[in-house]
């Protein structure tokens, strides 16, 4: 039986940690409304003691330090690495594999009891529940901003009755960065997949001119001036079909209009089609259709 997430709320983590807080005490704070791990990789341990997967039902946040982990994340495989920003939102899935040993994650956790520092409905974008999680590579200056922000609110927080205000206004400006670098990465994945999408429709555009003569990704590659694997690893990721597949739905396509609507031989279309002969064109199609050519051809007599 499939084993179910186990909720990794405020209060789990409090059990989960205080037997310990003698070891990590010195890199975490943990209250009912706020939780901050700065710098410390033995939590990370602790929390892969409780034999995942886990249920998140708050925000948050991660800065990767140092390091690198493998974390299966609302059922899909990511690899999180130092100078990577993270969130993961209520509602996310968690499954942590692998921890590198000298992994360093500076994060802040915002629980159920923590007053959001927005009003009903003014959350930023990032975090009103379109985006259930996001990883981001940062640049030097974008993390240091970030870490800023944690450094203010871990001086903050050990004060004698926190001003919680203040904390509340640093992390609306902490929100605000990830949403702000967030909202710059998905700009820039739309005009990645425009790019790819342009490439698709070029590709599908000069394989109909040419599937005929040409069968190769090679010639399709060349004449688009990309090569062979990001060629082939754009189509399949934009489509869900190789580029191979593309070729052969064409060139099938292309012979059954032939044989159908056309008075000639199975070898001068093999000959049309640029085979070596028609004895592999004549298998070459039937791989592809479940019939002999001479099979299909029959069908415009009936």
């Known amino acids: 039986m499939k084993e179910q997430p186990k909720l990794l709320d405020a209060s789990r983590m409090r ?3 205080s037997p310990h807080l003698g070891q990590i005490g010195e890199n975490f704070f943990f209250s009912k409304e ?3 791990v700065y710098g410390d990789s033995e939590i990370f341990k602790l929390i892969l003691r409780q034999k995942p997967p886990f249920a998140i039902n708050d925000h948050r946040f991660g800065i990767v330090a140092e390091g690198e982990a ?12 130092a100078g990577m920003l993270v969130y993961i939102g209520p509602g996310t899935i968690i499954n942590p594999i692998h921890f590198s040993d000298h992994l360093k994650i500076y994060g802040i956790a915002l629980f159920s009891d923590f007053a959001m520092p927005f009003a009903q409905g ?6 009103n529940g379109q985006v259930r999680d996001f990883e981001l590579h940062a640049t030097e200056n974008e993390k240091l901003m970030a870490m800023q922000i944690i450094d203010a609110l871990w001086l903050l927080v050990h004060q004698d ?9 640093l992390v609306a400006a902490f929100m605000h960065h990830y949403d702000h670098l967030f909202g710059q990465h998905a700009d820039l994945q739309t005009a990645l997949r425009s790019r790819e999408q342009t490439i698709f429709d070029r590709f599908i555009q000069l394989v109909s001119q040419h599937c005929h003569e040409q069968h190769q990704i090679d010639y399709y590659a060349e004449r688009m001036c990309l090569t062979n694997r990001y060629l082939g690893t754009v189509i399949r990721q934009t489509s869900g079909v190789t580029a191979k597949e593309w070729i052969d739905r064409a060139l099938t396509t292309y012979a059954k209009t032939l044989l159908l609507h056309s008075n000639k031989s199975v070898a001068e279309i093999s000959f049309e089609l640029n085979f070596p002969n028609p004895s592999f064109f004549s298998k070459y199609f039937k791989r592809a259709t479940g019939m002999t ?3 299909f051809a029959q069908r415009k007599l009936t």
């Open 15 to 17: 059990d989960i940690f």
């Open 34 to 36: 706020i939780g901050i």
């Open 70 to 81: 493998d974390i299966n994340i609302n059922l899909v495989d990511r690899h999180v690495e």
């Open 122 to 127: 003014q959350l930023p974008s990032a975090f």
């Open 161 to 169: 009755g926190y001003h919680r205000p203040t904390a509340s206004a």
């Open 293 to 295: 050519p001479l099979d």
